[in-house]
């Protein structure tokens, strides 16, 4: 902790422990603002000391305290912040791969999971998508297929062949 801020506040290690739980309370955005109230009230603005002192990010802080200055909340869209997955870029693409390679795929021996087992390999399966009309500089690379395959059930191991029993020696 930055002692020269804490001892110029006479700041008490049980206010900073009140204050940042205080905070914890308040929900988003106003939390930011209260940060950033906090921070130029007792630390004079110091977002490093904040940092220090409270453990809370500098970014955070700074959006807190355009927001106090200007008025204006930040929107949060966070639930728009992610990349869309595979599923949702290629729509027909699962249903593609079922129809390429449905027949080559052999179900657990002893049926004890539901799992395919798939004797192509995600080079393979992005190869036979090529030729099957997409373009290979839109289509996912090759880990990203083999995630989608096994997000699909199918998993990316040869098929053990059968192997002969060996002959043992009878005992006499």
Do not use: C
């Amino acid at each position: 902790m930055k002692v020269s801020q804490i001892a110029k506040k006479g700041l008490s290690e049980e206010a900073i422990l009140l204050l940042g739980r205080l905070v914890k309370m308040v929900p988003w955005p106003e939390r930011r603002r209260a940060k950033a109230d906090i921070v130029e009230t007792l630390l004079g603005g110091h977002l490093r000391a904040a940092e220090d002192v409270f453990g809370w990010g500098r970014e955070g802080i700074a959006i807190g305290q355009e927001e106090r200055a200007t008025g204006v909340s930040h929107v949060d869209n966070i639930k728009n912040r992610r990349k869309p997955s595979t599923e949702e870029k290629f729509p027909d693409m699962e249903r593609d791969i079922h129809d390429l390679f449905d027949a080559q795929s052999q179900a657990d021996a002893r049926l004890g999971t539901t799992l395919r087992y798939l004797n192509a390999s995600a080079a393979a399966v992005r190869l036979a998508l090529v030729e099957s009309g997409y373009s290979s500089e839109a289509l996912p690379t090759e880990r990203t297929i083999s995630n989608l395959l096994n997000r699909m059930g199918f998993r990316l191991h040869t098929v053990q062949k059968a192997k002969p029993q060996k002959k043992r020696r009878k005992p006499a």
